[in-house]
C-alpha cells in the first residue's frame, strides 16, 4: 500500500456517498446508543491524517481521544504486532503467563512517578483499571468509602458511572449505582475565578473546600481511597490551581487514604511529561496507585494500575485478574509504543506541539472575546466557549465550530460539563504543517459563526 499522503483533501462532501451508505447499514445493525463524533468511516490512518473510505483525508487532532499518541500505525507498533500475532495471539496470563506482560509491568513501574518499589496489574480499558484500583484500596484500608470529584469521568461501568460527575449522557437511567460514592468539589481555576479570585489561584484553599466537605459528610477513617484525575478530562481539560493536588495528596497520606490519579487520558508523554502527576509541585508528585490506559497500548485495548508494591500486594492471590487483561498482542503493542515514546523524545514533542497551539490560540482567543479560556498542558489544550457578556457556557456554539471543522476536514473533539470545550488532542507524530493548518482552519471557522 502507498504511504497515506500528510494533506488535508476533500475528494467529497463530509461525508462522501461511502460513509452514507454504511451509515445506513449502521442504523440497521449497531445499537443506537453508541455515537460517533464524525459521520465518516475510517479506511486508513497515520501520523496527523486519517482517510476515509471516500477518500477525504481528515487532520487529526483527536488521536481516537488520546489514544495514538504514538500515531495509528507506528512502525515499532505494527512491526511488534505483526511478530506478536503470529507466535500467539492469547494463551491467558492466568493460565500459562508470558514475557510482554511482565515487560509492560516492569515499564510502567519504571515510567510512573515515585521511585518506591511498584507493582503493576494489567486489564483492558480505563474503566476496568479505576475498578481495580478501587477493589485495591479498599482491600489494601479494609474501609469502603471513595471520593470522586465533580466534573470528573471515570468510565462507563456500574462503578465507574457512580465515579463519574456528568449525568447525560453518561449515568441518566443508568441507576442504582455503586454505593458509598462521595463528590468533593473540584479545583477549576476559570470558573473559580469569576466567583473567588482566590479560590481560583490558590490551590491549597480549593483542596482545604474539598477536604473540610469530605471530613464533614465522610469522614476520613471511612474513606478508602480519593479518585482523581491530574487534569480532568471529559470534564473540559481541567487544570486544577498550583497546590491543589499535592495538598490531597498530603491530606491523604496523613489519614491513611489511598491517592488513586486516573491518567487514563493524561498520561503516557501526552501532557508534555511521562504522567500530568510529574507537573505537580517542585519535582513532581507520586500518587500510591495510578491508573492508565489509552495510549500507552499504542491503539490497542490495555489498561494497568501501577503502585506501591505494599499496596498493591495486599489483595489475596487470585483476587485481581480476567481472561483478556494482558493480551499478548497489546502487551506486544505497548512495548513498541514505550519504545517510540523514548526513543523519539515524544514527551519533548508534545512540548513543541503545546508552544504552537497556546501561540495561536493565545492570539485568537485576544481577538475573539467569546474564548473565555485558552488551557492545558503538552498536546492536551482546549478552549471554553462562553456567551462573553455573562461568561455563561456556550453549547451551541461549540458545537456549530466542531461540525464545521469537520465538514473542513479537521477532527476535533468537544468536551465539558457544559459541552462547551473544544478539545485539542493530536497525535505526537503530527506535523507542525498540518496541526498548524488545522489551527488555521478552527480559527477561519469560528471566525464564520
Ligand atoms: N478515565 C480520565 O478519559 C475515557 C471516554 C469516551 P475507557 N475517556 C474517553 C466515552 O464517551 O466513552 C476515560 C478517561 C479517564 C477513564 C476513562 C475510561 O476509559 O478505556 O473508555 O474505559
Redesign the pocket.
Known amino acids: 500500500m502507498p504511504p497515506l499522503p500528510q494533506s488535508r483533501h476533500l475528494a467529497t462532501q463530509i461525508p462522501g456517498p461511502g460513509s452514507v451508505r454504511l451509515a445506513q447499514r449502521r442504523a440497521a445493525a449497531v445499537a443506537r446508543g453508541v455515537s460517533s463524533t464524525l459521520p465518516v468511516y475510517a479506511a486508513r490512518a497515520g501520523g496527523g491524517i486519517v482517510e476515509d473510505i471516500d477518500g477525504n483525508r481528515l487532520i487529526d487532532l483527536g488521536s481516537g481521544?488520546?489514544v495514538t499518541t504514538v500515531g495509528s500505525t507506528a512502525p515499532r507498533v505494527v512491526d511488534a504486532v505483526r511478530q506478536q500475532v503470529s507466535e500467539f495471539t492469547h494463551t491467558c496470563f492466568m493460565v500459562t503467563p508470558y514475557e510482554g506482560y511482565v515487560a509492560v509491568a516492569e515499564a510502567l513501574n519504571r515510567i510512573t512517578p515515585g521511585d518506591f518499589e511498584k507493582r503493576s496489574v494489567l486489564l483492558n480499558?480505563?474503566?476496568?483499571?479505576?475498578e481495580n484500583a478501587v477493589k485495591i484500596a479498599r482491600s489494601y484500608t479494609r474501609k469502603s468509602a471513595v471520593a470522586a470529584f465533580d466534573h470528573s469521568?471515570?468510565?462507563?461501568?456500574n462503578l465507574?458511572m457512580a465515579l463519574t460527575a456528568k449525568s447525560m449522557p453518561?449515568k441518566s437511567g443508568f441507576g442504582p449505582f455503586a454505593p458509598d460514592i462521595y463528590r468533593a468539589p473540584a479545583s477549576y481555576p476559570y470558573r473559580d475565578g469569576l466567583i473567588d479570585k482566590e479560590l481560583s489561584s490558590d490551590g491549597q484553599r480549593a483542596a482545604d473546600r474539598a477536604i473540610g466537605i469530605l471530613e464533614s459528610q465522610v469522614g476520613a477513617r471511612n474513606l478508602a481511597a480519593l479518585v482523581i484525575?491530574p487534569i480532568q478530562?471529559?470534564g473540559g481539560f481541567i487544570v486544577p490551581a498550583p497546590g491543589f493536588l499535592p495538598a490531597l495528596l498530603a491530606w491523604c497520606r496523613d489519614n491513611d487514604v489511598v491517592f488513586i490519579a486516573?491518567?487514563?487520558?493524561?498520561g503516557f508523554a501526552r501532557t508534555g511529561a511521562m504522567f500530568a502527576c510529574d507537573h505537580e509541585g517542585a519535582a513532581g508528585m507520586a500518587p500510591d496507585l495510578i491508573?492508565t490506559?489509552?495510549g500507552i497500548g499504542g491503539g490497542l485495548?490495555l489498561?494497568a494500575v501501577t503502585g506501591r508494591a505494599d499496596i498493591m500486594d495486599s489483595v489475596h492471590v487470585s483476587g485481581l485478574g480476567g481472561t483478556f487483561g494482558g493480551n499478548p498482542v497489546a502487551c506486544a503493542a505497548a512495548l513498541g509504543a514505550l519504545a517510540a515514546v523514548e526513543e523519539d523524545d515524544l514527551v519533548g514533542r508534545a512540548r513543541q506541539i503545546e508552544r504552537l497551539i497556546f501561540e495561536r490560540l493565545g492570539r485568537l482567543q485576544a481577538d475573539d472575546d467569546r474564548i473565555g479560556d485558552v488551557r492545558g498542558r503538552g498536546a492536551m489544550i482546549a478552549v471554553e466557549l462562553v456567551h462573553p457578556e455573562t461568561a455563561e457556557p456556550d453549547p451551541a456554539l461549540t458545537k456549530a465550530l466542531a461540525a464545521a471543522c469537520h465538514r473542513a476536514g479537521v477532527i476535533v473533539l468537544t468536551c465539558g460539563t457544559f459541552g462547551n470545550v473544544v478539545r485539542l488532542l493530536p497525535p505526537l507524530t503530527i506535523s507542525d504543517e498540518l496541526l498548524t493548518e488545522g489551527l488555521e482552519v478552527l480559527a477561519d471557522e469560528l471566525g464564520k459563526l
Open positions: 481521544i488520546a480499558s480505563g474503566a476496568e483499571a479505576l469521568y471515570h468510565g462507563r461501568t465507574t453518561y484525575e478530562g471529559e486516573d491518567e487514563v487520558q493524561t491508573c490506559a489509552k485495548p489498561g
